[in-house]
């Protein structure tokens, strides 16, 4: 495809969505005759009035080279489904992006597994993303979510945190990060653990609407996708069907009755999705290699004492308080404070605050 400047000016335009601005390519063939096409060759396209107006108005005002000069000089690349590096699995779904803007270094083709789920994430459900995208950053996916505040936000600071590759997926553009509190996150994920993505221009305000196209993206990259808790009408589940409809995975981990976050991942069961415990039932399904995750938990398995042994028996199923696990061992304090501060910082435990502690 010649002529990039004019294909992102174009992309700019809001109202061409991805099917309307490939007709319109496939029509005129060289984005820079689309761009300068009169209204009526437009309209005979099926191009909306409104959209043909402001495509007319923003010809006046926008040049597409010097357009495209300040995407590059602001650190965005680009990659367009013309090119022979976008992503496979992604040009495989009903309607993928035309470009896609990044940061980071991406590694498009590379297996991926999106993890989703609340934003209003509990003890319980960051207990169990840490665990699962853990056991399958470790296996080597990429760990691809949408970097919104709860299940998304835990899952890339796991995989980032285990030295693994993330990919982010925004609802608007990379000059307007969303939420704002996790603009550290992003930048620390370009700057070397995958990459920040997205399809709208770099400009673009992250608005509601943007989500479920933004949600399209993460499960067309991915093999799968894994669903920690969610409420009934939570946008994981979109993200879960069009899974479904582009033909994926579909995961769901369970989670306590009494909490409403499980309702969602309950309906996708329910609905067919595999209903799984560990990261290793994933890797199964997949069919990927799982030596590393099996490693890494051998290995921890063999470093423990006796001492740090009995805890995590006494932790398996469920979490407890200090006091509990000191009195079922008949530890004294002092002595479970330092064997658990040392599980913490070894990563075999976790505390849930208010001197509640659970198996990592």
């Known amino acids: 495809m010649n002529n990039i400047p004019y294909l992102l000016a174009l992309h700019s335009i809001d109202g061409l969505g991805p099917i309307r601005l490939r007709a319109i390519l496939e029509y005129f063939k060289d984005p820079k005759l689309a761009w300068e096409a009169n209204e009526n060759e437009l309209l005979k396209l099926g191009i909306f009035r409104n959209t043909v107006n402001l495509l007319v108005e923003t010809r006046k005002k926008l040049d597409p080279e010097t357009y495209a000069k300040k995407i590059a000089e602001s650190g965005i690349k680009w990659i367009t489904i013309f090119d022979e590096a976008y992503p496979k699995l992604l040009a495989q779904i009903y309607d993928p992006p035309i470009v896609i803007y990044y940061k980071g270094e991406p590694d498009w083709d590379k297996k991926a597994i999106g993890v989703v789920g609340t934003r209003k994430i509990t003890g319980y459900?960051?207990?169990?993303?840490?665990?699962?995208?853990?056991?399958?950053?470790?296996?080597?996916?990429?760990?691809?979510?949408?970097?919104?505040?709860?299940?998304?936000?835990?899952?890339?600071?796991?995989?980032?945190?285990?030295n693994g590759k993330t990919i982010a997926v925004m609802g608007g553009g990379l000059n307007n990060i969303f939420p704002p509190e996790n603009r550290g996150l992003a930048a620390k994920i370009a700057d070397n653990f995958g990459a920040v993505i997205s399809e709208f221009p770099p400009n673009y305000p992250s608005l509601p609407g943007n989500f479920p196209a933004r949600n399209r993206i993460i499960s067309g990259l991915s093999l799968g996708v894994l669903v920690i808790e969610a409420a009934e009408d939570s946008g994981s589940l979109i993200t879960a069907r069009l899974a479904l409809e582009q033909g994926r995975e579909v995961f769901a981990v369970p989670g306590p009755i009494t909490s409403d976050l499980s309702k969602g991942p309950i309906d996708l069961?329910?609905?067919?999705?595999?209903?799984?415990?560990?990261?290793e039932e994933i890797l199964e399904e997949l069919g990927i290699n799982r030596v590393k995750s099996l490693e890494s938990r051998v290995k921890n398995e063999r470093d423990l004492s006796e001492e740090e042994r009995q805890i995590l028996e006494v932790l398996e199923n469920e979490s407890r308080h200090i006091d509990e696990i000191g009195r079922q061992l008949n530890f004294p304090s002092p002595k479970i404070s330092a064997l658990l501060l040392k599980m913490e910082i070894s990563g075999l435990v976790e505390s849930m605050g208010a001197g509640i502690y659970c198996k990592k």
Do not use: M, N, W
């Not at 069961?269 to 990261?279: C, L, Q």
């Open 125 to 162: 459900g960051k207990v169990v993303t840490e665990k699962f995208t853990k056991g399958l950053s470790l296996a080597g996916l990429t760990i691809v979510s949408g970097l919104a505040r709860g299940v998304d936000a835990q899952a890339h600071l796991t995989a980032v945190s285990e």
């Open 269 to 279: 069961i329910r609905e067919g999705a595999r209903i799984v415990f560990s990261p």
